[in-house]
């Protein structure tokens, strides 16, 4: 069965440092993997997908996502973190079907000043 | 402006009550789903649909049911809420295939008590 895993229910960094966010994942075959941000009050907002190609994709607000196919990782970047970056994320797995995306259980981030 | 729009946003009800939330999507996509999220638990599929008539059950369909009579809406109906139902849920719809993103609603917040 296809599963994801974000190992950290919350990280916390300083304002202008870089965030790691975590995200592993277990597929057969190709994974299709995504990032999704959720804002408070919001739904979830498109950040980037790795479908195939080159291991480091960007993705909008400055983040990117490495892409590491022998660790089965996926994991959000961003070189310098802002306040309005704190958010719920989450890391997602397209099922072989096409008929869903399997989500992790979401990671918040807390960016301090 | 793409968006799937759902209603209510936020909605009390009591056990047992009918209930019936509505998402649009202006995007002129053939996939749809519902999906509710609970807190440490993601985000889960309910129900989804590959086309106009054609729905089917995602992981946790009990106690809710689906239609699809218009390609652009995709109502959930809760015959008879009860409290475990509780939750945050999303309308989300896509192009079909595995790499397209998902477009997300605003999320509607159920209290069933």
């Known amino acids: 069965a296809q599963s994801v895993a974000q190992p950290e229910d919350q990280v916390n960094v300083a304002e202008g440092n870089p965030l790691t966010v975590k995200c592993t994942y277990s597929v057969s075959g190709n994974p299709y993997l995504f990032w999704y941000v959720q804002y408070p009050n919001r739904g979830l907002q498109f950040l980037l997908k790795y479908i195939t190609g080159d291991n480091l994709v960007k993705g909008s607000y400055g983040f990117e996502a490495e892409f590491n196919k022998s660790q089965t990782s996926f994991h959000l970047k961003k070189p310098s973190a802002l306040v309005s970056d704190s958010a719920l994320y989450f890391c997602?797995?397209?099922?072989?079907?096409?008929?869903?995306?399997?989500f992790g259980k979401g990671t918040t981030l807390s960016v301090s000043s | 402006e793409a968006q799937v729009t759902q209603n209510p946003r936020y909605l009390i009800t009591v056990t047992g009550k009918k209930l019936t939330v509505t998402c649009s999507q202006n995007?002129?996509?053939?996939?749809m789903s519902w999906y509710r999220q609970d807190p440490g638990l993601g985000l889960r599929q309910i129900y989804y649909?590959?086309?106009?008539?054609?729905?089917d059950k995602g992981d946790v369909p009990e106690g809710y049911k689906v239609s699809r009579k218009e390609k652009r809406n995709f109502p959930l109906i809760l015959e008879s809420p009860s409290p475990n139902q509780t939750s945050l849920y999303f309308c989300?719809?896509?192009?079909?295939?595995?790499?397209?993103?998902?477009?997300f609603g605003q999320g509607t917040r159920l209290t069933v008590v």
């Open positions: 649909s590959m086309n106009v008539e054609v729905t």
């Open positions: 997602a797995v397209r099922d072989m079907t096409g008929t869903a995306l399997i």
């Open positions: 989300a719809s896509s192009e079909q295939g595995v790499t397209p993103e998902a477009f």
């Open positions: 995007m002129n996509h053939e996939y």
